[in-house]
């Protein structure tokens, strides 16, 4: 991107930042550089008349965005961005700009605008005008000239991931640094590779796993991971150091295998959950393996039948369902013995150590046991998260069958159980020795709980949907009815 008919030539660091950067490249001391400075923000003087352009860290920390700062009376109009080798420019019915360079996708949003003012922040309108094939400025509604106009254009990405077969991503999770990482299921024997642990596609379809940098430009790492026959990749997290875990179900009896986690399977119908971790650079195996060996997860996919999280230690935690009567359960752990087909699938959490160790395996037994076509419905993995003390925090649905606790929301079922399905949100939550159930509740007033997060204090958020009328909303709700369904 270039500012056509720009002025500006000097940077001004600003905002200096207490810590401090080294270069030491090299055997010879006098090479090496000490000390550098850091700095919150850059700014481009007067890049044009009157106008600044400022970069800085987005408000998690994780981006570089710019702003162009127009000082009272300025024109903003003079404001022009060339896009230098684009292949031609869209503006969309929303106001977003899209373009392609280099077969690169780019995607900027309809760019936002706003006057700091004695009676407080007031938005102005603003908005994208084509001024040719590879150029745009800014179109600004009325604003108070007496004071300063800032300009925020925000900058999206998107871009095509795949190879010539059948492609499906997952899910996908950032780090801190903002680099992007996706997991899935592909049969492209071409499918985009960089670094690959598993450089061949074993069968078809295996899963995948791969890293890009912020942009969605660069390909850090991109690797198969499968065996002989069909390899699902359907959760992934990673932790503070770069390391990655996913887990998905595969029918293979020769799926990779790493650490302490086997891999036997024992017939080429049998689906099995899998876990497996890559390293930071993407190109070794810490650990990979199946939960079980002789029969799995009824596999259905449209569901996401599995989930994986990291805790602060490393240790990585997946749950999900399995009908496996030899599911890893260890000694001490909440549960029972899962029972084995036609009983209905068990819910069940387990706690992987940085070298595949099951640390431990728990099990959320119906109460009663319910069998395959039961018209009471399973218990269903929505959400996964793992708080500070190391507790596992499990969401989802559930019928009438779920465990619950006393002294908490909802302990027994909360809705019309003669409605079929007969369903409700559910969260509960394991303490850190997988042990016991620290709680486990029905969330009144809901239907399906399908994502869940904790803060910094680890509170508990859930989303999901419902067509109940009896969740208990808060005195402030953004909406405090339900809106009857039309159809």
């Known amino acids: 991107m270039r500012l056509e008919g720009g002025t500006g030539k000097q940077v001004q660091p600003e905002q200096l930042l207490p810590g401090t950067a080294n270069y030491l490249h090299g055997s010879q001391a006098s090479g090496w550089i000490r000390d550098i400075a850091t700095y919150g923000q850059l700014r481009y003087a007067g890049a044009y008349p009157g106008i600044d352009l400022v ?11 710019h702003d162009f700062l127009v000082s009272a009376g300025t024109d903003p109009r003079i404001i022009h961005l060339n896009i230098d080798g684009a292949d031609g420019l869209h503006l969309e019915s929303t106001g977003d700009l899209d373009l392609s360079i280099g077969g690169r996708a780019l995607l900027f949003r309809r760019p936002k605008a706003y006057q700091d003012t004695p009676a407080g922040r007031r938005t102005i309108n603003v908005s ?50 903002g680099n992007i990482y996706i997991v ?59 390391n990655v875990v996913v887990s998905g ?106 070298d595949g160790t099951v640390l431990y395996g728990a099990t959320i037994p119906e109460t009663p046991a319910q069998q395959i076509g039961s018209q009471v419905h399973r218990i269903d993995l929505g959400g996964l998260a793992i708080d500070s003390t190391g507790a596992a925090v499990v969401g989802g649905t559930a019928g009438t069958a779920l465990p619950t606790t006393s002294g908490v929301l909802a302990s027994t079922f909360p809705n019309n159980s003669a409605v079929i399905p007969a369903i409700a949100g559910y969260v509960l939550k394991l303490n850190p020795a997988g042990s016991a159930l620290l709680f486990s509740t029905y969330l009144t007033g809901t239907n399906v709980v399908n994502g869940i997060a904790l803060d910094t204090t680890n509170n508990i958020y859930v989303t999901g949907t419902t067509l109940e009328t009896t969740l208990p909303v808060s005195t402030n709700a953004y909406k405090k009815t339900l809106v009857p369904r039309t159809q």
Request: net charge negative; hydrophobic share 30%; proline share 5%.
């Open 55 to 65: 970069f800085h860290g987005d408000e998690t920390g994780s981006e570089i965005e």
């Open 128 to 177: 994208y005008r084509l001024n040719s094939s590879d150029s745009v400025r800014f179109n600004v509604g009325r604003y108070d000239k007496k004071y300063p106009l800032v300009i925020d254009p925000v900058l999206n990405f998107a871009t095509y991931f795949g190879g010539s077969g059948g492609d499906q991503i997952s899910a996908i999770t950032t780090d801190a640094s």
């Open 184 to 242: 899935g299921s592909t049969s492209s024997v071409d499918f985009p590779l960089a670094g690959p642990e598993q450089s061949t596609l074993a069968s078809g379809p295996d899963a995948f796993i791969s890293k890009l940098d912020p942009t969605g430009h660069s390909l850090i790492y991109s690797t198969y991971l499968g065996g002989s026959r069909t390899d699902q990749g359907q959760s992934i997290a990673v932790d503070g150091n770069g």
């Open 249 to 354: 179900t595969t029918t293979s009896s020769d799926f990779p295998q790493a650490g302490k986690l086997s891999s036997a399977n024992s017939g080429f119908t049998v689906t099995l959950n899998f876990i497996a971790s890559l390293n930071a650079s993407g190109s070794t195996l810490r650990y990979s393996g199946l939960l079980g060996t002789t029969s799995g997860t009824y596999d259905d996919y449209n569901i996401l039948l599995n989930r994986v999280a990291f805790d602060s230690q490393g240790n990585a935690y997946i749950a999900g369902l399995t009908g496996d009567p030899t599911f890893p359960r260890t000694a001490g752990a909440y549960g029972g013995a899962i029972a084995p087909y036609p009983s209905d699938e068990t819910f069940f959490v387990a706690k992987i150590g940085t």
